[in-house]
Every structure is written in C-alpha cells, then in structure tokens.
C-alpha cells in the first residue's frame, strides 16, 4: 500500500433528509446522481466493449447469497412459497455462464443491516451492485478486469464532467494515482497484523471489520486489494486455494482516503461435492439449495467475478459524506423513509 500523510477524511454524519424532495432537490444531490448516471454509462460500455452480456437478474428467488455480513434476508410469501429478496445475485451469475462467457448485471440488493450499521457512512439497507462474471476465468483475470474498470469509469468523470465534481468540491488531483491502475496488495494476514499494530484489534480468522477497512483505507492514495481471506470468514462459493489449504482464492477492493470497501471477488467453487462439503462448513442446509446444486450437478462452470457497490464507488468518486447521499431515495438500516 502506498502511505499518504493526509488526514483521515473527517466522519461528521450529514443530516438525514426529512423528505425525498428535501434531498432530491439538493443541488449536490444532482450532481451526484448526474455523476453516477455517467459511471453507469462507462461501466456499459466498457464492458460490452470486452464481449460482456448485460442480463437482468432476478429480484427474488428461492435462496440468495447467504454471505452478508452479519444482515438479514427478507423473506417474501411467493404463492405458498417462501422466497427471499436478493442479498446478491451472485448464484445467478453462475448459472448464467451456462448460456454465455460473459456477463454483468446492474442489480438491486436488499439487506436488513444491524441498526448499528446505521451511522457507518457506508451501509443502506438497500443499494445496487455491479455484478460481472467471467467463465473459466481465475482470480487475477478478475482482479485485473476491476482495476480496469474502475480506472476507465473515474478517468470518463474526471475527464467529462470536471464542472460536477467542482460543484461537490471533489479534488480531480486526488485520482492521478487511480486511472493509472496498478492497484497494490497486500494478504489479509498482512492487513490484520498491520491493524493490530495500529490498535484495531480484528480477529485474524474473520472478515476485516468495516472499521478496519477504513483505517487501512485512509492510509493510501491509490486503490489497494486484500487477497487470501481465511476459510470460514466468506461464502461457500469462494474457493479454497488447491495448494494452500485454509486459504481462500478471494478478493477486497479498498478505494483510497478512509472511503473503504468498493468491490468484493473471488474464484468460485463450482464442483458439486465441493459445494455441498463447504455448505455444511459454513452452517447452510443444502436442501435449501436444491435448484443451484441441480445446476452444479450438472456441471456449472469455472469462473470468477466481482461485484461493485455503485452507491460506495459513487461516493468515493464524488467526494461524498455518506453512501446515502449517492442514492436518490436512500433505505438507512432501521431508519423508516421514502
């Protein structure tokens, strides 16, 4: 990771509008969303100029992905049928590669985060992701491909709309680094020895904590990824490193200056035996699965992907307080609105 002396962006949570027009007519609220309607441009056309199929994913199914960091899932009476609204697409994305090489969705998620999470400045209840997913594909293709991505999408909005981000005091500067791409890294065993270091003291068997991922965060000026999370602290879609036993062939992307998390990757497991083993690992019924294992059973195929948190990248690009204030009609964890 390359250090930086400057200052942890200061943490002053902004006031949460008491109506949508409140905050739809705020003029930074306008240009922030104009902001993220051109990042979604680029994303498409930067992945459909690499041979990507968009598809549109379900919004609700019989399972969702079950690795969500401690939220819950909302269950939904679908004729009889007990069915969830998607955490994330992510089992879909495997099953799509059945039919094409490549594929991303643009997708809404909703997750019902603890009520703490509230005042994180980076957790909605609901929000969309950039999902991609590429067939017999490992871990540094999609690695490369985010960093592309995210570097082609913040090099077009510096580039196109210099009078926006002026508006929202967005220093340009700040991206010199970012569309030059060649994102560090750094092992999740080195993050969390740095961390404890620090003070922070996060658990070397789990998942960096948000708070984690921001003092890490604001340490750099470039993007860095953490690669090899431990088995048990992800999904059972993440596959375990065939010469590495207990070491996860998996990804974060952490934007620079204290804004934390924007991407989460990995190789998936996709053999059938494999799936079943790490379900049980993880504390999933596989029955529950029934459709997804038939599928796998059949032979679904290699691949790795990502996925992007729109209203986080949003933010970071746009220089924002809070990831809310990329959405235009923002879900906060128990805050009841619009």
């Known amino acids: 990771m390359t250090s930086t002396s400057a200052e942890p962006r200061a943490r002053v949570a902004p006031t949460f509008p008491v109506s949508p027009d409140q905050h739809l007519m705020a003029e930074p609220t306008r240009a922030t969303l104009r902001v993220q309607s051109r990042m979604l441009a680029a994303t498409r056309a930067f992945l459909t100029g690499q041979g990507f199929q968009e598809l549109l994913p379900p919004v609700i199914g019989p399972v969702t992905d079950p690795g969500i960091r401690g939220s819950k899932q909302v269950d939904i009476d679908f004729y009889g049928h007990k069915y969830k609204l998607m955490t994330s697409a992510i089992l879909y994305k495997q099953a799509s590669l059945m039919a094409f090489e490549k594929i991303f969705y643009i997708a809404p998620?909703?997750?019902?985060?603890?009520?703490?999470?509230?005042?994180?400045?980076?957790?909605?209840?609901?929000?969309?992701?950039i999902d991609v997913e590429i067939r017999d594909a490992g871990r540094e293709d999609a690695m490369e491909l985010a960093e592309r991505l995210v570097a082609h999408v913040v090099d077009e909005v510096v580039r196109e709309m210099p009078g926006d981000l002026e508006l929202l005091g967005r220093d340009r500067d700040a991206f010199r680094e970012v569309v030059r791409g060649a994102f560090a890294r750094t092992t999740h065993q080195e993050a969390t020895a740095d961390l404890v270091a620090l003070g922070h003291p996060q658990d070397p068997?789990?998942?960096?904590?948000?708070?984690?991922?921001?003092i890490l965060s604001a340490k750099t000026s470039r993007p860095f990824f953490v690669v090899d999370y431990p088995k048990g602290s992800r999904g059972f879609y993440d596959q375990e490193d065939a010469e590495r036993p207990g070491i996860l062939r998996n990804f974060d992307l952490i934007a620079p200056e204290g804004y934390g998390e924007l991407a989460s990757g990995s190789e998936r497991e996709h053999d059938y035996a494999a799936l079943v083993t790490r379900m049980r690992e993880t504390g999933e019924n596989p029955a529950k699965y029934g459709w997804y294992l038939d599928l796998a059973r059949r032979g679904i195929p290699a691949s790795s992907g990502f996925g992007i948190g729109l209203e986080r990248f949003t933010r970071y690009v746009t220089g924002r307080t809070a990831a809310w204030e990329a959405s235009a009609y923002p879900k906060l964890p128990g805050v009841v609105s619009a």
């Open 109 to 129: 998620n909703v997750r019902l985060e603890p009520l703490e999470t509230a005042v994180t400045h980076r957790h909605l209840a609901e929000f969309h992701q």
């Open 205 to 214: 068997g789990a998942e960096i904590d948000w708070e984690g991922e921001e």
